[in-house]
T-cell receptor, first 111, second 113 residues
Framework: LAKTTQPISMDSYEGQEVNITCSHNNIATNDYITWYQQFPSQGPRFIIQGYKTKVTNEVASLFIPADRKSSTLSLPRVSLSDTAVYYCLVGDAGGADGLTFGKGTHLIIQP | DAGVTQSPTHLIKTRGQHVTLRCSPISGHKSVSWYQQVLGQGPQFIFQYYEKEERGRGNFPDRFSARQFPNYSSELNVNALLLGDSALYLC????????????FGPGTRLLVL
């Protein structure tokens, strides 16, 4: 399973764009990159998933360089409610080992 | 559409007891996975079931078992509870395929005293 490395914590302010970068040097050819958001005592919430280049949905963008050894989750114009833990996962959810979560990035948004 | 549902939301047990947690997947999803999340850590994979068959198992003792029913709902059973089993237990459902995405339920908070 590809291991991921992401910052333990980040701070930002309301209205700013936040970029969280994840390193995954050993990503396999058939691995997808998936990001989840989690609030305390709640289940992780799917944010975005990609395989290569750029993916955008209504809440975030995901940038993946050509070598796929890293990815960046971009959250536009964050608000206080975006304070949460963000997990970067690499792999195949249907694989026999399930999803491998690290400790995630604790994002704190200040007014 | 209803998301993944789990019951109960909270549970208190004592050491040595047995517990059963339940999960209903998103309509149409045939795969269910279970995760354990202790405070301050990311979720850890326990089991995955697809079409009532175990498709994967994490590094958990045999005290943990699960099954999936014909309607694709699932149960997680834990025997001989230990204090260290206190955690948030998460269920996720998915549609198998490339880039399979798991959608998580709200979890069941288990406290073992």
């Amino acid at each position: 399973l590809a291991k991921t490395t992401q910052p333990i914590s980040m701070d930002s302010y309301e209205g700013q764009e936040v970029n969280i970068t994840c390193s995954h040097n050993n990503i396999a050819t058939n691995d997808y990159i998936t990001w989840y958001q989690q609030f305390p005592s709640q289940g992780p919430r799917f944010i975005i998933q990609g395989y290569k280049t750029k993916v955008t949905n209504e809440v975030a963008s995901l940038f993946i360089p050509a070598d796929r050894k890293s990815s960046t989750l971009s959250l536009p114009r964050v608000s206080l409610s975006d304070t949460a833990v963000y997990y970067c996962l690499v792999g195949d959810a249907g694989g026999a080992d399930g999803l491998t979560f690290g400790k995630g990035t604790h994002l704190i948004i200040q007014p | 559409d209803a998301g993944v549902t789990q019951s109960p939301t909270h549970l208190i047990k004592t050491r040595g007891q047995h517990v059963t947690l339940r999960c209903s997947p998103i309509s149409g999803h045939k795969s269910v996975s279970w995760y354990q999340q202790v405070l301050g850590q990311g979720p850890q994979f326990i089991f995955q079931y697809y079409e009532k068959e175990e498709r994967g198992r994490g590094n958990f003792p045999d005290r943990f078992s699960a099954r999936q029913f014909p309607n694709y709902s699932s149960e997680l059973n834990v025997n001989a509870l230990l204090l260290g089993d206190s955690a948030l237990y998460l269920c996720a459902s998915s549609l198998p395929g490339a880039g399979e995405t798991q959608y998580f339920g709200p979890g069941t908070r288990l406290l073992v005293l």
